[in-house]
């Protein structure tokens, strides 16, 4: 375990679903990310959270909306989504942001996500 | 914008042999580079980071390398293992605070 826990690991729902995926850290990190990995492509960043508010939307489309409601803890909820969205879903914290760059990332081990 | 990539894509040795995975970026304007790796299915585990001032970093086996200017790093992975297979990643912070990573080197250590 690196430190940063995502559950489920895997999930299976339906185009008309509503899912939620959650990540949690006890790292003491403030800065929060969910990024996108699909098969052959670069992972994609998709929210950016710094001290619980969202400083970062990487033109997502609105079926995803991310939710933190404190500094351990990150969700990203679910909606009408398509079968294009199934990709591993990866959470990652870090110690600030703006001039903590001396800090690395801490990913989770991700969930799994498959639309049927 | 941020370009990473890594070469080769795919790699196979025979166990005990040593290895070198490449990545270049095209923007030098960066502030770390760091070194993950993935096995199958799983997330990413972190192995080294490299601060834009620094030249290499050691861990174990692993010895990563940074030349900013020339937007080029190397991981150097001395006598592999068949545990060492699995998926690399590269990935340089720029000043905006994003993180750009590339496409991996899948590893497969033959025993």
């Known amino acids: 375990e690196t430190g940063v826990t995502q559950t489920p690991r895997h999930l299976v729902m339906g185009m008309t679903n509503k899912k939620s995926l959650k990540c949690e850290q006890h790292?003491?990190?403030?800065?929060m990310y969910w990024y996108k990995q699909s098969a052959k492509k670069p992972l994609e960043l998709m929210f950016v959270?710094?001290?619980?508010?969202?400083?970062e939307n990487n033109s997502v489309p609105s079926r995803f909306s991310p939710e933190c409601p404190n500094s351990s803890h990150l969700f990203l909820h679910l909606h009408t989504l398509q079968p294009e969205d199934s990709a591993l879903y990866l959470c990652a914290s870090r110690t600030g942001t703006g001039g903590y760059t001396n800090y690395g990332y801490t990913f989770g081990s991700g969930t799994r996500l498959t639309v049927v | 914008k941020q370009e990473v990539t890594q070469i080769p894509a795919a790699l196979s040795v025979p166990e005990g042999e040593n290895l070198v995975l490449n990545c270049s970026f095209t923007?030098?304007?960066?502030?770390?580079l760091q070194w993950f790796r993935q096995d199958p299915g799983k997330g990413l585990t972190s192995l080294l980071l490299?601060?834009?001032?620094?030249r290499e970093q050691t861990s174990g086996r692993l010895n990563a390398s940074l030349d900013k200017s020339s937007g080029r790093s190397t991981l150097y992975i001395a006598a592999s293992q068949p545990g060492d297979s699995a998926t690399y990643l590269c990935a340089v912070l720029n000043g905006a605070n994003n993180l750009f990573f590339g496409t991996g080197t899948r590893l497969t250590v033959i025993p």
């Open positions: 959270y710094s001290l619980e508010e969202r400083v």
């Open positions: 923007d030098s304007a960066i502030y770390n």
């Open positions: 490299i601060q834009s001032s620094q």
């Open positions: 790292l003491g990190h403030n800065a």
